[in-house]
């Protein structure tokens, strides 16, 4: 099933497959524990300009495992994606990149991986549907209960809100990380993501 709600994130109209394609502004996030995680996630960005205009990126976290602890620190992102292509079109092509990284299917679940693309939002749209590529809901299920996918998106748009949620992803952080100090280390700020990002 599927609402585009609104406004759906429909902006500028352009042709596509002889037909008028409406273009959605998506948030994707973006997570690396394997490798160059950088470099990882700076390619991941390159790549997805195939697919779409990057019109916003946040700046890049060093995060600590939430699910399961004993791996590697995730380097997260976020970038603000505006594409032509439907949710599930934009999901196979998020998959396809993943792959072309090096990623492999997962032998245990939320455990390392050399790079990660989650639709989080898809303009004010909410989806629940099967794909080849398995199941895609819509906001992502989990954003609001993960600092670092909300404090990336607070970077992208402070007041970004999708209209199923309790309130904007400002917000939302601020709560979910107050509750969460004692347990888990805060998101840590490193450097904007940028085109050649690398660090020591």
């Given at each position: 099933s599927v609402s585009t709600g609104g406004g759906g994130g429909a902006g500028s109209t352009q042709r596509r497959s002889g037909r008028e394609a409406s273009v959605a502004v998506a948030h994707v996030a973006l997570g690396s524990n394997l490798g160059d995680c950088?470099?990882?996630i700076a390619a991941a960005i390159e790549q997805m300009r195939c697919v779409?205009?990057?019109a916003r990126t946040s700046a890049l976290y060093r995060t600590a495992p939430q699910?399961?602890?004993e791996q590697p620190d995730f380097y997260n992102g976020a970038v603000?994606?505006?594409t032509a292509l439907s949710p599930v079109e934009l999901l196979c092509a998020?998959?396809?990149i993943e792959r072309r990284l090096g990623r492999q299917r997962a032998l245990v679940r939320y455990g390392p991986r050399v790079v990660d693309?989650?639709?989080v939002l898809y303009g004010e749209a909410t989806l629940d549907t099967h794909t080849p590529e398995g199941r895609l809901i819509i906001p992502h299920p989990r954003a609001t209960e993960r600092t670092f996918v909300l404090k990336p998106l607070a970077d992208l748009d402070p007041l970004l809100?999708?209209?199923?949620?309790?309130?904007?992803v400002s917000s939302l952080y601020a709560r979910l990380s107050a509750?969460?100090?004692e347990k888990e280390r805060p998101p840590r700020r490193l450097l904007p993501v940028r085109r050649g990002l690398a660090w020591e």
């Open positions: 950088d470099v990882h779409g205009t990057v699910l399961l602890r603000e994606l505006h998020l998959k396809d693309l989650d639709i809100r999708h209209p199923s949620w309790a309130a904007d509750e969460a100090a």
